[in-house]
């Protein structure tokens, strides 16, 4: 576990390693210091931000959801068929896409909860489900596309010229779940499952009722991420979000969040996006190969778990330490 001041100083080794990149690609990258740059890198992030602040409560309870990138993709597919061959309405194609990534996250939540299964096995299985799920609708080479420019607008405008359009969006959600996870009971109750499962229970926390929420809200942020990336790619295709799942638990896990859960911020998670992000977009705009990319993003996650566990040897050594002492 990381401590609470610990997790200050890793939030702060995080920004100086933002800094860092900052200042390297600067120099390295075509535009890259620009203020339309400074957008199109949040813009670009949207998605694979989405992910990951509703990744954040569910490894705050201890567990993981390997779905949300697959759930993406069928939720991006459903929303396309709703709207070119079901002939609804955009409004209502939305909402019933928002309904199945609910209900996706309900599936998910349903095996965990009542059935207690690993969440790791669960949403494995998920995984291959929902995107099986995808692939069969279009039968893998189906597309749809010529979505109204005023549904384009949500993924492809600028707000006054200048904020891309699904910013304030991202903002808002941001701001509702750091309310959610650090200033509510239900956030707490997330953190004591993490911390243990059975310890919640004995407290009277409704285990089941908190990790149900927090698979729900996975599955419906999930949809949320697929609308985003279909209006700003202009298309809906079974394979979108593929790989987005480890990008997402790559940031919460850069922003200090424990894998073995009780312990990370949103604040951290939005961190964990901005470095993945700034690196990414740094390495093209300095002409560098793609997969560069890829590999200093499994470096920086393998450090960051190299630290945690040291952390959690030198807080056990300093514990038994003290322990001693109290005995002498």
């Known amino acids: 576990m990381i ?47 989405l992910l990951s602040l509703a990744m954040t409560p569910v490894i705050l309870t201890g567990g993981i959801d390997l779905s949300v990138g697959s759930m993406l993709g069928l939720c991006a ?10 002939g609804l309405p955009v409004p209502l194609a939305i909402a019933g896409t928002l309904a199945v990534g609910a209900a996706g996250g309900g599936l998910n939540a349903l095996f965990i909860t009542r059935l207690r ?24 080479v189906d597309n749809f596309t010529n979505f109204p420019a005023s549904f384009l607008f949500f993924g492809q405008g600028y707000l006054a010229g200048v904020i891309p359009a699904q ?4 903002a808002l959600l941001s701001l509702a779940l750091w309310l959610l996870v650090h200033r509510t009971v239900i956030g707490r109750a997330y953190r004591a499952i993490g911390f243990s499962t059975e310890g919640a229970r ?8 908190r990790l149900a929420l927090a698979y729900v809200s996975t599955g419906l942020i999930s949809a949320l991420a697929a609308l985003v990336y279909v209006a700003r790619v202009g298309q809906a295709k079974a394979d979108a979000g593929t790989g987005y799942e480890l990008l997402a638990i790559t940031a919460v896990v850069l922003g200090g969040a424990s894998i073995f859960g009780g312990t990370g911020t949103i604040h951290g ?18 002409d560098q190969p793609s997969e560069l990319a890829g590999i200093l993003t499994g470096a920086l996650l393998l450090s960051v778990l190299a630290a945690e566990a040291l952390l959690r040897k030198v807080s056990a050594r300093r514990l038994l330490h003290s322990s001693a002492s109290v005995k002498v």
């Open 167 to 170: 910013l304030p969006l991202f």
């Open 269 to 286: 998670t939005l961190l964990g996006v901005l470095v993945l992000a700034t690196m990414k977009i740094g390495l093209t705009l300095s």
């Open 117 to 140: 299964l690993p969440p790791l096995i669960v949403t494995l299985g998920s995984f291959s489900l929902f995107r099986g799920l995808a692939e069969a609708l279009t039968r893998g």
């Open 202 to 209: 004995y407290a009277g926390i409704p285990v089941g009722k």
């Open 77 to 86: 597919v459903l929303f396309g068929k709703m709207w070119r061959d079901g």
């Open 3 to 49: 401590k609470p001041k610990n997790l200050l100083q890793f939030e702060l080794l995080l920004l100086a390693v933002l800094a860092l990149e900052i200042a390297l690609f600067s120099k390295t990258g075509i535009n890259f210091a620009s203020r339309a740059n400074l957008f199109e890198v949040l813009r670009l992030s949207t998605e694979i931000g």
